[in-house]
């Protein structure tokens, strides 16, 4: 049986927005506990995905980041080593390891959209909750 606690990865670098995604997720996931980590940004999510994966201790681990483009490009690289890195996490680990690390094309330091992308990570956070039940529920299936 899954346990049904969950561990919740955030980057702080744009928090306002990143933080509602676990709005979203503790929404979306109901009476299940969710212990909520703090990194410093997106790079350093896949580490401690792996580090909280191994333990058995959750369901799933779920990592919540914006990159975006500060005018040098690097955000796809950026990006795309933490979302491999998250993978490889939850392969290695043998425990799901979710992503809501979003790298938007046009990301703007303007309040509209700000306000699109907080509300857009709260909807991210909920897919998460969802996807994290869902695969829980397979495995558990695959398990019996």
């Known amino acids: 049986m899954t346990p049904k606690r969950y561990a919740f990865i955030k ?12 709005v979203g997720f503790r929404s979306a996931i109901g009476d299940c506990e969710v212990d909520v980590f703090d990194v ?3 790079f350093e999510i896949p580490l401690l995905a792996r580090d909280l994966a191994n333990t058995r201790r959750y369901a799933a681990v779920i990592g919540s980041a914006l990159v975006v483009d500060g005018g040098i490009y690097r955000h796809d690289f950026v990006a795309q080593t933490v979302l491999e890195g ?7 680990a043998d425990t799901p390891v979710l992503s809501i690390v ?5 990301f703007q330091e303007t309040e509209e959209h700000r306000e699109f992308f907080r509300a857009h990570f709260v909807r991210k956070g909920e897919e998460a909750a969802r996807a994290a039940r869902a ?3 397979v ?3 695959i398990a019996a």
């Open 11 to 22: 980057a702080n670098w744009h928090s306002d927005i990143v933080d509602q995604a676990l």
């Open 40 to 42: 410093p940004g997106a």
């Open 86 to 92: 998250m993978m490889r996490a939850q392969m290695d």
């Open 102 to 106: 979003l790298t938007p094309h046009n």
């Open 135 to 137: 695969i829980g529920e």
């Open 139 to 141: 495995r558990d299936s």
